[in-house]
């Protein structure tokens, strides 16, 4: 049967595209390299630099107040940019372990991910739950050990820490001459030559000393007592190490290792070479019914994040909308799949982080932002008409709740607007109770509890006060039949609530009131998770 034929000017716009996420522990230097990527595009001129902080200057893809404060990352930016040719699509994600729901929502939006590790520290918490993420869809993952300028560990016991504990195969591409203040530079393992660091080199240049072969005498007159150490690092890799293969990196078995200080911009022009030389294209999706190639001519894609107010001067709502096949264009009509009615895509936007464009051409693995008057919920498909459900954007049972209640009682309808704006958002999750309509809001870390304060007073002008809840943590309920969810709802009724999207949750007050309903109630379904959309009743 012969291949479906697809429009030419779109097979190659999307071929063209590269969409990818950074992800790391919080520190690992995530944020700098963003910068240093932006400003290798030419997408910036002046990197926001951790010390540049203190200052007025922050980072570019650092918006919101609390990041400002804190200096971190607990939002998730887009950033778009052109590189050698390529349209480079950089999704930065939450780097605090409180966003990791956020974190997990943006990888369903990328076909690449860069993995950045501290090379003193090695593998940390947050980055074996992201890679975890990264390999249940086989993201193919470009692993950056950073910060080598400073007293760091031994690299080939770094690499077996990371096969060890994250489960995957490294494939050093490049490797380090020394460490911390003797940090000479890296050997490039395919292209055999050493290209030399300079302390301090913050500018952007391409013209650092390269040199040519392992057994250059210019080697031994630079570095006489380190270059022996070397020779035997590289020498021990290409005989024990498997080399990089292209194959095994894009099924997800492999990652690519390079080393460097992204602080110094030293290896970061490499990580851009690999992202448009070895990471994929979009990639065909998941529609529900059918798989979606991305050069196809029907328009189609998801939300997978809504952030609130991006601009504090007015009170906007914007949808980040991956695209999955076809080209948008100006005011084209699309079909909302959940509401089952169209909608006008009007003053669609492409991001440089704060900085917004407005869009007058995207195709498969552009991040748009639709603006968004509470229409749009995170998940949801448009198309041109076809009925297709885009899969895998996942919700996680809370472990932290509160009820809020505003200072003000005359403030209390702008509190509930507030909060239930921010739970369709994601910020934070926020459950109805049954019994007597409280609104319970549900986080994985108490970070997330103190942005939506900040936000509540800053966006919607309300001070609240925040009450713990003695609740431990949230389960999503589903049923076999309506009979058996009565007699549970009747029984049960002081313990219920419902999510945003009017699913049915058991809140459990502890961990053996959950363990004893959940051995009463056998046939009922206790979900710690659950995808966009899903109704849970009867699953």
């Known amino acids: ?64 107040e609390v990041e400002k404060q804190r200096g971190i990352s607990v939002t998730s930016s887009v950033m778009q940019f052109d590189y050698a ?49 990264c390999r249940l869809r086989d993201t193919p993952i470009i692993t950056f050990v950073n910060k080598m300028d400073r007293e760091v560990r031994e690299p080939l016991a770094l690499l077996e820490e990371i096969e060890a504990v994250l489960g995957i195969d490294c494939a050093p591409v490049s490797w380090p001459l020394g460490m911390g ?30 040199i040519v072969g392992l057994d250059n005498p210019r080697l031994d007159e630079l570095y006489p007592g380190e270059v022996a150490a070397l020779r035997h690092d590289v020498a021990l890799l290409r005989s024990a190490s498997p080399p990089f293969d292209l194959d095994r990196f894009l099924a997800g078995r492999q990652t690519s290792v390079f080393f460097g200080s992204g602080i110094n911009n030293f290896g970061v022009q ?64 699309v079909r909302h799949l959940r509401l089952g009615r169209e909608m006008k895509l009007g003053n669609v936007m492409t991001f440089m982080a704060q900085e917004r464009v407005m869009s007058e051409d995207a195709v498969a693995g552009d991040i748009i932002g639709i603006h968004n008057h509470g229409q749009l919920h995170i998940g949801d498909t448009l198309t041109e008409g076809e009925e297709l459900d885009f899969k895998g954007i996942p919700y996680f049972a809370p472990e932290l709740f509160r009820v809020a209640r505003s200072r003000d009682p005359l403030k209390t309808k702008q509190l509930t607007k507030g909060l239930k704006e921010l739970g369709e958002e994601g910020a934070i999750q926020v459950f109805e109770t049954e019994q007597s309509n409280t609104l319970l809001l549900g986080a994985v870390g108490q970070l997330q509890f103190e942005v939506v304060a900040a936000r509540l007073a800053s966006e919607y002008k309300v001070d609240a006060i925040y009450d713990p809840a003695s609740i ?45 309903t959940m051995e009463r109630w056998p046939k009922v379904g206790f979900r710690t998770t659950r995808e966009h959309g899903e109704r849970l009743a009867h699953a």
């Open 1 to 64: 049967m012969n291949a479906p034929a697809y429009p030419p000017d779109l097979v190659r716009d999307v071929a063209r595209r590269r969409t990818f996420a950074i992800i790391s522990h919080p520190d690992a230097g995530k944020t700098t390299l963003t910068e240093k990527l932006l400003l290798y595009g030419g997408a910036i001129l002046l990197a926001g630099t951790v010390k540049a902080r203190k200052s007025a200057r922050h980072a570019t893809s650092d918006w919101m």
């Open 85 to 133: 040719g390529h349209t480079i699509n950089l999704l930065d994600t939450p780097g605090h372990q409180d966003f990791s729901e956020d974190t997990y929502r943006v990888l369903t939006a990328v076909d690449a991910a860069v993995m950045v590790i501290d090379a003193a520290k090695g593998v940390e918490a947050q980055t074996i739950k992201l890679l975890e993420v």
């Open 181 to 210: 203040k003797a940090f000479r530079g890296v050997f490039d393992l395919r292209h055999d030559r050493l290209k030399r660091f300079t302390p301090g080199e913050e500018r952007v240049t391409g013209d650092a000393e390269e």
């Open 270 to 333: 490499e990580i851009l070479e690999a992202l448009t030389q070895w990471a994929p294209p979009p990639q065909p999706r998941d529609g529900g019914t059918r798989v979606v190639h991305p050069a196809e001519a029907p328009f189609s894609g998801f939300v997978f994040k809504i952030q609130a107010n991006m601009d504090p001067k007015h009170r906007d709502r914007i949808a980040f909308f991956r695209v999955c096949s076809g080209r948008y264009a100006p005011g084209m009509k």
């Open 472 to 516: 431990s943590t949230a389960r999503w309920l589903t049923f076999p039949d309506d009979n058996l969810r009565r007699n549970f709802e009747r029984e049960q009724a002081s313990a219920l609530a419902t999510d945003v999207d009017g699913n049915p949750v058991f809140l459990a007050t502890n961990r053996y009131n959950l363990q004893v």
